[in-house]
């Protein structure tokens, strides 16, 4: 069987302002996104991971599994449960909506991503803190990770760890995520350093809902590590309580609806990352000054997105008139941008598992699809009939499971018609309620279709109640017509439609 699923991470905005290092919010709509299909372990084949990519750093990521950063993360976080391979036909598609090195937790949310991913290959249930101890061994500051997985306005602390407890910023990287070397054997870099148990401690603040956010993304990019080669290594006093102050203050006030801008716009003042970081983004000082509540009605409280160079201005109306100011003096500086407006993710990263589908195996299924058909169908059919159907054309039952619960099934036969023609013939469909307006039913129909097609079919067929116009209207969007109405032809008296898929040249004639 084939599983598959989905896993998200969305952008992040790390610092706002004064919280440097510990506060983060994640925004909606601008995500990482993975959708992934594979066998379940054990992995017999040691195939190799295929992984293509559209968006954002397309062209530029490496798409071998042992240099790509979120799946180095994921065979980091398998190995660390002495899983040493990946699984078998593992297909990842990326997506990615966050541009790099532009402050919006591009990398953070690569590492959650590969965290999540491992968690749901090897169904592994880790906790959110323990996915937080895996990213916190990569990433190395929780601000965007911590975000980017519980979702919302999150502040977070790193733990001090007893004595003797492996001190993950004393790992060196090349140890948690060594760069394999081209002839890397499966048995390569097996025993990773495992990291201590709540390496991060994390909380969620309020955030009214009228706060919105407006994010200008310079074109040039601005990698973390340089960000933050500029800063001191020590502090004037004076400067931390500065940040402190405000700090005490912004957590709350933006929980507070309807929002201060005053109280915002002082309290997303910063000394301690943001006037070392102004030459490398021109305009920078001008902007965090300049425009205010006063000067830009509906600004609450302007800074940088994370280490820059993406401007990040909290706002409740006006986003035109605030991007106007930040372009201006951008322009002046010679920056080119563009700009979103977001709203708060207050979901975080998911991990969505899919319906898997399946061909009929053997007859511990039986239960499952006359449970299925009985549940639904008005036709009451006895063992024999199902046996007859599942025992002389195994390769035409396909069913649908979500996780171990059977949720859809369809089953067919084939045959010479004695009109010469090979005639498929779906005998049997049905989805849980439940489970409905899902595509379940479609994609049932589609590999029925499939396999009936592939082994010569020239024409399908298959009989539904005259009055049911939801069926009707299923199978003629497939690409069935009306062939005949057959008059009383179900044991309830009822007259049923003929319903006929001729097949054509093209194979995919029928999607
Ligand atoms: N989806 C991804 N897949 C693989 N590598 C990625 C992905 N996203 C980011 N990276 C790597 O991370 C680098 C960017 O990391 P960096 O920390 O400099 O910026 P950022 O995460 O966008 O900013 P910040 O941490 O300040 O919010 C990219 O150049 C790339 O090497
Ligand atoms: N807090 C970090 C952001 C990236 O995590 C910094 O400003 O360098």
Known sequence: MTRNFTVKVPATSANLACGFDCLGASWDGIDLSLSVSHKPYPATQ???????????????????????????????????????????????????????????????????????????????????????????????????????????????YLKTLPQ????????????????????ASKDWGKKPPV????????????????????VVIPQFEL??????????????????VFNLQRLAVLTTALSLSPPDPELIWEAMQ??????????????????????????????????????????????T??????????????ERNGVKCRMEVKSISMTGSTQVKGINYTQYRDETQLPSIMELIDSE??????????????????????????????????????????????????????VRTDYRKQGIATRLVQLALEAMISGGAEEIVLETEVDNSTSISFYKRLGFMSEKRLYRFYMNGKDAFRLCLPVVESEDAYT
């Open 46 to 156: 040691g195939s190799q991971p295929v992984i293509s990519y559209t968006g954002e750093g397309a062209g530029e990521v490496p798409l071998d599994p042992y240099k790509n950063l979120t799946t180095r993360v994921c065979i980091y976080v398998l190995r660390c449960h002495d899983i040493i391979e990946f699984p078998d036909d593992l297909v990842i598609k990326v997506h990615n909506e966050i541009p790099f090195g532009r402050g919006l937790g591009s990398s953070g949310a690569a590492v959650v991503a590969g965290v999540l991913l491992a968690d749901a290959l090897a169904d592994l249930h880790l906790s959110p803190s323990r996915q937080l101890d895996f990213a916190l061994m990569v990433e190395r500051h929780p601000d965007n990770v911590a975000a980017a997985l519980i979702g919302g306005f999150v502040g977070s």
């Open 164 to 183: 003797g407890a492996l001190d993950p910023s004393s790992v060196p990287m090349s140890e948690v995520l060594p760069e394999y070397p081209p002839d």
């Open 195 to 214: 990291p201590p148990q709540e390496i991060g401690h994390w909380l969620r603040y309020g955030w009214a809902e009228q706060i919105k956010a407006l």
């Open 223 to 240: 990698s973390t590590a340089k960000a933050r080669g500029c800063l001191p290594a020590q502090y004037d006093r004076s400067d931390v």
């Open 270 to 315: 910063d000394k301690l990352h943001q006037p070392y970081r102004s030459e490398l983004i021109p305009g920078l000082p001008e902007i965090t000054k300049t425009l205010t509540p006063k000067s830009h009605p509906g600004l609450l409280g302007i800074c940088l997105s994370g280490a820059g160079p993406t401007i990040l201005a909290l706002h």
């Open 317 to 330: 109306h006006n986003h035109e008139g605030i991007a106007q100011g930040i372009l201006d003096i951008f």
């Open 377 to 430: 169908l008005s036709e009451p059919y006895i063992n024999m009939t199902y046996r007859y159907f599942v025992h002389t054309w195994p390769e035409l039952t396909f069913l649908a499971y979500d996780e171990t619960k059977a949720v859809g099934v369809v089953v067919c036969k084939q045959e010479r018609h004695k009109s010469g023609l090979m005639r498929g013939y779906i005998a049997m469909l049905s």
